[in-house]
């Protein structure tokens, strides 16, 4: 009998899998969460059995329903949530040893906020704080105490450039598909185009020939002016020539953290202009630690803002405040599609609280 096992982000996807490979004789054998080795592959496993040629089928396949599926999907789903909550509770209480029990009221605010990946440890520290002010009288006060603690985490910043005399200059940076050119592309419509600023598109993108005719090709439709460039020399020389430009707007290549060495030439360049308002592109759908991981190593460049995209991806929202509160960055921009310029919005508090907060989910648990 042959076995094997199918991967996905979901019981629903891997189960669709499996069925197009092996085809409806196949016997469901097991679903169960991957294991810590084979979590790269998708957060769920799927082990199906087909008997080999000549050999009898299995006495009683088990065939999988389309609501089956759906309810093992809605499972996964459930089951992902009930693990991040509790690995959390485990790492982190609610308050701090010593003092009073939480008010059920902020532990399932606390359960809430982990849900949607806020760091257990900020998640406590806000509660905590919220808690420790002795000024939540009602649940209207309980509300306004949390969100004010959660906006003193983080900063917003929806400009671009630095300089007060000559071009706004602003350059994107970040790791391979976080969607650079296609924000750069609504960055120019919004604020160069929209505006009636004279706009120059540099593109140093060197290893996507693609991407560089693709920001050409749009340039020449919205009369924007574009160069491709090779060399960090050459982009030093054509900011020079641009002087007289309102804004310049600069796209890079997409590095892979095991490709960053190739970027050490423009990242000391970009990090040594005080001119150049330097953006980390950043996927909101990535996982919280992968996300740490790209943010810490692309600090080579000294972004001083970041830039969220596919937030249409997600329906968690916590890596966001995570990265804005250890860093200390502002963010910028928020991205949720590919229609330029639809999709793209200034980054405001309060358009992050209502991501963090689920749309009043977590304040609704600490009002219950």
């Known amino acids: 009998m042959k076995m094997k096992s199918f991967f996905a982000s979901d019981m629903h996807k891997a189960l669709s899998l499996a069925r197009r490979e092996l085809g409806s004789e196949a016997m469901l054998v097991d679903t169960r969460p991957s294991a810590p080795e084979s979590r790269h592959l998708g957060e769920c496993e799927v082990v199906m059995a087909l008997g080999e040629e000549g050999e009898a089928p299995p006495p009683a396949p088990v065939r999988v329903s389309a609501a089956q599926h759906d309810l093992s999907a809605g499972m996964a789903v459930l089951q992902r949530k009930l693990e991040r909550v509790a690995s959390a509770i485990a790492k982190a209480s609610l308050l701090g040893a010593g003092e009073a029990a939480p008010s059920s009221e902020l532990s399932e605010a606390f359960a809430a906020l982990v849900d949607n990946e806020v760091d257990a440890e ?35 910043d929806a400009t671009l450039g630095r300089a007060r005399q000559g071009p706004r200059v602003a350059a994107l940076v970040g790791p391979s598909g976080a969607g650079k050119t296609a924000t750069l592309a609504k960055l120019a419509v919004l604020h160069g185009l929209s505006t009636r600023r004279s706009t120059q598109i540099l593109s140093i993108d060197c290893y996507r020939v693609a991407a560089a005719e693709q920001l050409r090709s749009l340039a020449a439709i919205l009369g924007l002016g574009f160069r491709a460039l090779d060399t960090t020399l050459a982009l030093s020389q054509a900011l020079e020539e641009q002087r007289h430009k309102d804004l310049v707007l600069i796209d890079t290549s997409g590095y892979g953290l095991k490709d960053l060495d190739a970027a050490s030439e423009l990242a000391q360049f970009l990090a040594g202009r005080d001119d150049i308002d330097t953006h980390l592109v950043l996927t909101a759908s990535m996982k919280s630690a992968d996300l740490s991981r790209v943010v810490d190593r692309f600090e080579i460049f000294r972004p001083r803002k970041l830039l969220f995209t596919r937030l249409d991806e997600t329906e968690t929202f916590g890596t966001i405040l995570n990265q804005a509160a250890r860093t200390g960055k502002p963010i910028s921009f928020l991205a949720s599609g590919q229609q330029i310029p639809e999709d793209l919005e200034p980054a405001t508090q309060e358009r992050i609280l209502e991501l963090v907060l689920r749309r009043e989910e977590v304040l609704s648990a600490a009002a219950a």
């Open 122 to 156: 900020l998640a406590r520290d806000v509660l905590s704080r919220t808690h420790g002010t002795g000024g939540a009288s009602s649940k209207t006060q309980l509300q306004r105490l949390l969100r004010q603690e959660l906006a003193a985490r983080f900063t917003v």
